[in-house]
């Protein structure tokens, strides 16, 4: 079956770096990958959606990379605020082209 | 911003009741969806709704489980006889199209908590 794994629970970013978080999947290239934040209490807000045959997707601060050899996406936030501090959901297509979320990464900008 | 809404924020209910959560989604959008957070967890497919049928249920959405669109505008989820183990966030989501080309609208969620 698939999975995916975000590289760690948390991470500690100082502010104004670049924050990167990483989504790693196996037994199955998607043909889609989404990112979602998920700030405490709320539902997941969609971020970005990259496809197989896009290498980089960017939004403002945000910057996606999609890599199918390494069965691997990318998600940098540049000059990181506190205000970026939420949890990440990465989420890829099933075989059967539904969605499955990946745990998240909970990314502290600090001050 | 059209916004996905669903009520009541927190449900406390006796364990072996019947509990029913309300979504109102997006009014444009055609597929609608139930995700499930148990604290601390990922976020874990329910079912997927579409045409006033369910189109995929997961192995999470057994018999206890059912889901409604009683009108236009309302979807909801029903648990029939709830155990402790649906203690979670209970999230609505819904999209123009199914598919994961299309990203997904959730609501704020219910908290379910089971005594």
């Known amino acids: ?111 | 911003e059209p916004e996905v809404t669903q009520t009541p924020s927190h449900q406390v209910t006796q364990m072996g009741q019947e509990v029913i959560l309300h979504c109102v989604p997006i009014s444009n959008h055609l597929y609608f969806y139930w995700y499930r957070q148990i604290l601390g967890q990922k976020v874990e497919f329910l079912v997927s709704f579409y045409n006033n049928e369910i189109s995929e249920k997961s192995e999470i959405f057994d018999d206890q489980f059912s889901v409604e669109r009683p009108d236009g505008s309302n979807f909801t989820l029903k648990i029939r006889s709830t155990k402790l183990e649906d203690s979670a966030m209970y999230f609505c989501a819904s999209s123009t199209s199914d598919g994961a080309n299309q990203p997904q609208h959730f609501g704020d969620g219910t908290r379910l908590s089971i005594l």
């Not at chain 1, 807000?45 to 403002?60: A, D, M, S, T, Y």
């Open chain 1, 1 to 111: 079956s698939q999975k995916i794994e975000q590289n760690s629970e948390a991470l500690n970013i100082q502010e104004g770096k670049t924050a990167t978080l990483t989504c790693n999947y196996t037994n199955y290239s998607p043909a889609y990958l989404q990112w979602y934040r998920q700030d405490p209490g709320r539902g997941p807000v969609f971020l970005l959606l990259i496809r197989e045959n896009e290498k980089e997707k960017r939004k403002e601060r945000l910057k996606v990379t999609f890599d199918t050899t390494l069965k691997q996406s990318l998600f940098h936030i540049t000059a990181s605020q506190p205000a970026d501090s939420a949890t990440y959901l990465c989420a890829l297509e099933r075989r059967d082209d539904k969605i499955i979320f990946g745990k998240g990464t909970r990314l502290h900008i600090l001050p």
